[in-house]
């Protein structure tokens, strides 16, 4: 018997684990960088170069969420993947220490540890991700992913700020006090967090095939032959391509062009973060309403948030021609805004989509995308910084330079909303159902080959 959907404690409740999991990464991405940046004054990258490790190691997510697969349960992935997570931290934390007094001993650990939480990350968000999904009606969808984003963010902004507090003073020992605290905690409410939420049967639910244990590229091939699964991994590509290639520049381009103090920029990423969480909201409340679950008006709001995202992009390559008289602001405000409509409804259609095409591959598909999501993610900031060198470089006009790079990521954009609307496309082509209400997997996709 399939178990009821989730109401809205239980989707609180897997929130707490993406905080949980949150709390640990901010502390390893952003609080180590910066010790050893500031504190052990090692080149900038030393840290990037481990962030690096971690972000490449989510390509195994979709062989992690096979394991998920054919057991059949999310939860001891779920808390595997905290654990390891967890160990991770603390052996950076170590590491971090370690390097004040033996420099190549310390940053071999650190690899190992980076790699650790690239795998915990991988394995305890695919399945986190697959659970939810399956465990959330139509309707709760994009309330749902929007909970569950904030409750992440709310992990890094209250870890960084409480660490951050516990630090000061900084000693080798206080860092590795901090984090095994954080660490512990974070395992203890996971625990605690999804206690009796799964069930002890077949958490799977309806649908559920026992003889799914099939080999990893079996499955991997039957997922990537399922031609909407196939067009939303390059539509999740190309759409993180562009929403990362913006992040690193954006203060940047307001220091070098429209001339604002670090003080000042900081200020304008606070108003484009704001845009976001109004952009998450304005689509969960619409999308979260009456009928408003179904997962067509989620992929709509997709094309529209790309379209949207586009549109801020082209307006900001046009601000630094006019100069101090663009509206500024609010040109981020709405770029904002627009990135944060995007998210929340790809995030939905995405756990509306984890359910349909092969049964029991929920886990290969989640990870599918999942990986897609993080080198692309990963790779954008790298590649927009690289972007505006050259550009300035071939130029010799900032101005220009950021024109061209803004114009070529809203250009991605677009590529990114046709991509949506083709995902929706193909299940029209093929004939499938759409999944039914609840999150009971729809007939499995026809296995012909058409092109991404």
């Not at 619409?286 to 067509?296: A, F, H």
Request: net charge positive; proline share 4%; aromatic share 8%.
């Amino acid at each position: 018997m399939k178990a009821a959907p989730l109401g809205w404690l239980g989707i609180f409740r897997l929130g707490l684990v993406q905080t949980s999991l949150g709390a640990i990464v901010v502390l390893t991405t952003s609080t180590l960088n910066r010790i050893m940046v500031v504190e052990l004054a090692l080149p900038a990258m030393l840290p990037g170069a481990l962030v690096a490790i971690h972000y490449a190691l989510q390509f195994l997510r979709p062989r992690l969420g096979h394991g998920s697969d054919v057991g059949g349960r999310r939860t001891p992935w779920i808390v595997g993947g905290m654990a390891v997570l967890a160990a991770g931290g603390m052996v950076a934390s170590l590491a971090t220490a370690w390097m004040a007094t033996d420099l190549a001993s310390g940053i071999a650990l650190a690899v190992a540890g980076f790699v650790l939480i690239g795998v915990g990350v991988g394995a305890a968000g695919t399945s986190l991700l697959v659970l939810l999904a399956k465990r959330v009606d139509d309707r709760r969808r994009a309330p749902a992913a929007t909970i569950v984003w904030i409750m992440m963010i709310a992990g890094f902004a209250v870890t960084a700020g409480v660490a951050g507090h516990l630090l000061d003073p900084y000693t080798p020992a206080r860092l590795v006090a901090v984090t095994g605290a954080v660490c512990a905690i974070a395992v203890a409410v996971t625990l605690a967090a999804l206690w009796g939420v799964e069930g002890r049967g077949a958490p799977a639910g309806e649908g559920y095939e026992p003889k799914a244990k099939v080999p990893f590229r079996a499955a991997l091939a039957q997922v990537w032959d399922e031609t909407q699964s196939r067009r939303f991994t390059v539509f999740i590509f190309v759409s993180m391509l562009a929403y990362g290639a913006q992040d690193l520049i954006l203060e940047p381009f307001a220091g070098a062009v429209f001339g604002l103090t670090p003080g000042q920029s900081t200020k304008l990423s606070g108003v484009q973060h704001g845009g976001v969480l109004a952009g998450m909201l304005l689509v969960a409340i619409v999308c979260g309403v009456g009928r408003g679950g179904r997962p067509g008006l989620l992929r709509l709001w997709t094309v529209i948030g790309c379209g949207a995202s586009a549109l801020a992009l082209f307006g900001l390559a046009v601000a630094g021609a006019v100069g101090p008289a663009w509206p500024l602001n609010a040109s981020v405000f709405f770029l904002g805004v627009a990135n944060g409509a995007y998210a929340i409804a790809a995030i939905g259609s995405m756990m509306a989509l984890v359910v349909a095409g092969h049964k029991s591959r929920e886990g290969v598909r989640m990870g599918l995308w999942g990986a897609a999501q993080a080198l692309a993610f990963g790779s954008g900031g790298f590649l927009g910084t690289v972007a505006i060198d050259l550009a300035r470089g071939l130029t010799h006009s900032p101005v220009l330079a950021y024109s061209i790079v803004f114009a070529s990521e809203g250009a991605l954009f677009l590529v990114a909303a046709w991509l949506a609307a083709r995902v929706d496309a193909a299940r029209r082509e093929e004939g499938e159902t759409p999944p039914v209400a609840g999150g009971a997997a729809a007939p499995a996709f026809a296995l012909e080959t058409r092109g991404a």
